[in-house]
């Protein structure tokens, strides 16, 4: 199911005040290189992407369903093809190593003023796809897209400030903070401008339940359940998890290692530097860490569950029509039967029936060997492994409790994408798993 022509007109009249907002964004900031930044050039080439966005925004008011621009279908089914579960994780990963490898070219204005620009207007093209629209322009996740350039913004300011400060600490001067450092009276300074603050998003939140309707559906019932069954933005990561995990560990043991992470860090953390000011290259570990934590195990989640995730679970692509009829057949198997029965061609030990409690326990352990012998190398041999190669400067600096503690917990925060990327490409479930006491990893 692709754009058609009713369609089209009916979102031709948004889609012709979208590019009308970005033609008076551009403008404003080719005047702003124009007069304040002195920079003629950009403010020429501004001017012309305005003028563009102008031509953009006449065709689609036009009211012909043709004139409308709209992104190639190639361009859609190669989304399409490259939006799957692995390419997904691993283009997000490998994006997220390439902003941070060329951070500071990236952090320049006029790079994240393109990068932005080419964003609204990828965006602008592809709400002229249904598909692609009734995903984004749901009342539901409206606020999600706004959020993720918020998002977007704030980390870029964050790295930008960072990058400053390490430049001028490389050179011998105090970070951007220690020259700011004038104290601001908390009254009238920050209860007036809590209080604008206060009217504003006031403001802007009647605006928005005015121009966007509530997303109020029918009353609940016990024979009719959406599908898909979402649960709220901010917890789509954890229903993520739900996939891959038993719920005691994605839904308990997971948040909990989360919430005892974050009581632990300053207890683990033993880089005093950075206190107080952005910097990257004195916290780059710490920095690291929390980003993959962050942005690669939290909100490339969150993106995926809004967006990717369709009827009955299933993964569609941006531009692809959520079918409820797509069936996908995955046959997955736990490490033990593919140790036993796939690898060594044997049926998986079984106990005779009337054996002793022992004797079941000893069955149960020899089936499930792999997996007991995979996570103890993982959790008990690879600490002291990178304590003596990768990590040795930190087992030094940390001592050997503090050091224990923060190799488990990156070690079990790995377990995540292992976990995910070894479903979707070997359909393993579990690593370990124990109905009999219903304790499966």
């Known amino acids: 199911m692709h ?21 008076i964004m551009n403008a404003i900031a080719a005047i702003v290189f124009w007069q304040k930044t ?13 003028v563009v966005m102008l031509v953009l925004a006449s065709l689609a008011l036009a009211g012909t369903a043709e004139l409308v621009p709209s992104l190639p279908m190639s361009a859609r089914k190669l989304v399409n093809t490259l939006s799957g579960p692995v390419l997904y994780t691993l283009g997000t990963t490998a994006l997220l190593t390439v902003l941070f ?3 500071k070219f990236f952090v320049q204005p006029m790079v994240a003023w393109t990068i932005l620009n080419g964003m609204l207007l ?12 009734s995903i984004v322009m749901k009342a539901d996740n409206v606020p ?12 870029w300011l964050a790295t930008s400030q960072a990058v400053v400060n390490d430049e001028r600490i490389k050179q011998g001067l105090p970070p951007m903070e220690k020259l700011a450092d004038e104290k601001v009276l908390v009254w009238p300074d920050l209860v007036y401008t809590e209080l604008i603050c206060m009217v504003a998003v006031s403001a802007f939140l009647l605006l928005w339940a005015i121009f966007l309707q509530a997303p109020l559906e029918e009353p609940a019932s016990s024979v009719k359940t959406p599908n898909p069954s979402k649960a709220p933005w901010y917890f789509l990561g954890l229903q993520e998890m739900l996939v891959y995990f038993d719920p005691w560990y994605a839904g308990v043991v997971l948040p909990s290692l989360v919430v005892f992470g974050l009581m632990a860090l300053p207890y683990l953390d033993f880089n005093k530097k950075g206190n107080g000011y952005y910097s990257i290259e004195e916290r780059k570990f710490s920095y690291l860490v929390y980003q993959f934590g962050f942005f690669e195990l939290w909100i490339t989640l969150i993106i995926l569950g ?16 959520w079918s409820p009829y797509k069936v996908e057949v995955l046959n997955n198997f736990d ?12 049926p998986l030990p079984v106990a005779s029936a009337g054996s002793s409690g022992l004797v079941q326990a000893g069955t149960i352990l020899l089936r499930e060997a792999p997996g007991l012998v995979l996570m103890g190398i993982y959790l008990v041999v690879l600490p002291p492994l990178l304590a003596v ?8 600096q940390m001592g050997f409790i503090r050091y224990m503690v923060m190799s488990n917990l990156m070690l079990l925060m790995l377990t995540l994408p292992l976990k995910m990327i070894l479903r979707w490409t070997v359909n393993l479930k579990y690593i370990v798993s124990i109905p009999e006491i219903s304790l499966n990893f």
């Open 3 to 23: 754009s058609n022509g009713l369609f089209l007109k009916d979102v031709a009249g948004f889609l012709g005040l979208y590019y009308t907002g970005l033609a």
């Open 306 to 321: 809004t967006f990717l995730r369709g009827p009955n679970w299933n993964f569609f692509g941006p531009f692809e029509y």
């Open 38 to 50: 002195k920079q003629p050039g950009w403010a020429a080439v501004w001017s012309v992407f305005s």
């Open 144 to 155: 999600i897209v706004g959020l993720v350039f918020l998002l977007a913004f704030f980390t």
């Open 122 to 133: 990828v965006m602008g093209l592809s709400m002229a796809d249904e598909n692609f629209s």
């Open 389 to 396: 190669t990768i990590f040795r400067k930190f087992y030094a």
């Open 101 to 103: 490898i060329f951070r």
């Open 335 to 346: 490490l033990p039967q593919m140790f036993w029965v796939t690898l060594l061609d044997r």
